[in-house]
């Protein structure tokens, strides 16, 4: 089931496409296309069976060092999105319906997303993006409602600098925790939420003063550490996404992405971004990248469906990583707005 609320603007944009240059569009269209194969749709088959099992009976997913937490279950929501599942229908209806219901619940009176157990700005961002994913499919009222209040208050914390750091106050900033509010901005956007443009213009700057020109990479704060293949990843993956695709950044960027693939740093929470990065550059990086992930990913799958690799340093454990498998895995399926082309 595709998400029904691009149904609309897709129409439209057909319409308005000159008869004269269909025949380019899909020759583009089809020389992107990657498909996603056998192997990798049987392996993240498996993947959401083991994490339908790892759900708490709230609708939380936890890791050992975050128990009952908004940004593991909003990883684990989003794997199951990424393959079409909606709330309440077919098979993982059920299971979503509960994360959704979970994740509404960890809203407090001010808009932060973080639950009874606490959080950050991370888990905010995250569980912002998930709800305005299910909003897509969903268009159920109460989510609408925790979006905008969690959306003003990403808003509200902005620092000086453009970026935004663990709590949901105006003060310091670094290119992990901004772009994660950036995301859950580009998301609630889509979800017909307004957000200024010099909101995400200040976002941006601030993202674009990280990059380190002598490597090509981004680092954590502006000349503050070296550049590491997460960051460069999600650098490259948000700048995509907010239009930016012809700044200077992106070329060298890329280039980083590729000399660093197997980085053990963040391994995971790098492909997350890496892959989505990729996708919109399209073509054949695209295609190489994901033929070299699914090499990758697929023998690292455990015979009970989990992923969990311990050379993810700095990484989460077993139900983040299959979420983020596959999330990877499942980029040609296409169905999350928030990735789309």
């Known amino acids: 089931m595709r998400h029904v609320y691009l149904a609309a603007p897709l129409l439209a944009l057909a319409a308005a496409v000159p008869v004269s240059s269909a025949p380019k569009e899909k020759e583009k269209e089809k020389k992107d296309e990657v498909k996603m194969p056998d192997n ?64 509404l619940s960890c809203a407090r009176d001010d808009g932060y997303l973080v639950g009874t157990r606490g959080g950050n700005m991370y888990a905010h961002a995250m569980a912002s993006l998930a709800l305005a ?36 106050c105006p003060s310091g900033a670094d290119v992990s925790v901004t772009i994660m509010q950036v995301m859950a901005l580009r998301a609630a956007k889509n979800a017909g939420i307004h957000v200024k443009d010099e909101v995400m213009k200040k976002a941006i700057d601030y993202v674009k003063s990280c990059w380190d020109e002598r490597s090509g990479g981004f680092t954590y704060q502006p000349r503050n550490r070296a550049p590491g293949f997460a960051r460069t990843s999600a650098g490259v993956c948000v ?92 980029v040609p399926m296409n169905y999350l707005p928030i990735f789309q082309r």
């Open 239 to 330: 700048l995509y996404l907010t239009g930016e695709h012809k700044s200077k950044e992106i070329v060298p960027a890329i280039k980083f992405m590729k000399d660093h693939f197997d980085a053990s740093e963040h391994y995971w929470y790098g492909h997350y971004y890496a892959s989505h990065a990729m996708h919109q550059v399209g073509g054949k990086e695209w295609k190489d990248w994901y033929e070299k992930m699914n090499k990758e990913f697929l023998p690292m799958q455990k015979t009970d469906g989990s992923w969990e690799s311990f050379n993810d340093r700095g990484g989460s454990g077993p139900v983040y990583q299959t979420s983020i498998a596959i999330i990877g895995l499942s």
């Open 40 to 103: 990798a749709r049987k392996a993240t088959a498996r993947g959401l069976a083991w994490l339908a099992k790892q759900q708490n009976s709230d609708g939380s997913w936890s890791e050992a060092r975050y128990p009952h937490n908004p940004a593991i279950t909003a990883f684990a929501v989003l794997a199951f999105l990424s393959q079409g599942h909606v709330p309440d229908q077919g098979t993982y209806g059920k299971e979503l319906a509960k994360a959704q219901r979970y994740l």
């Open 133 to 168: 994913e299910l909003w897509g499919v969903t268009q159920d009222k109460k989510i609408k409602t925790v979006l905008e209040k969690a959306t003003t208050l990403v808003v509200g914390a902005q620092s000086p600098e453009g970026g935004w750091r663990y709590s949901p």
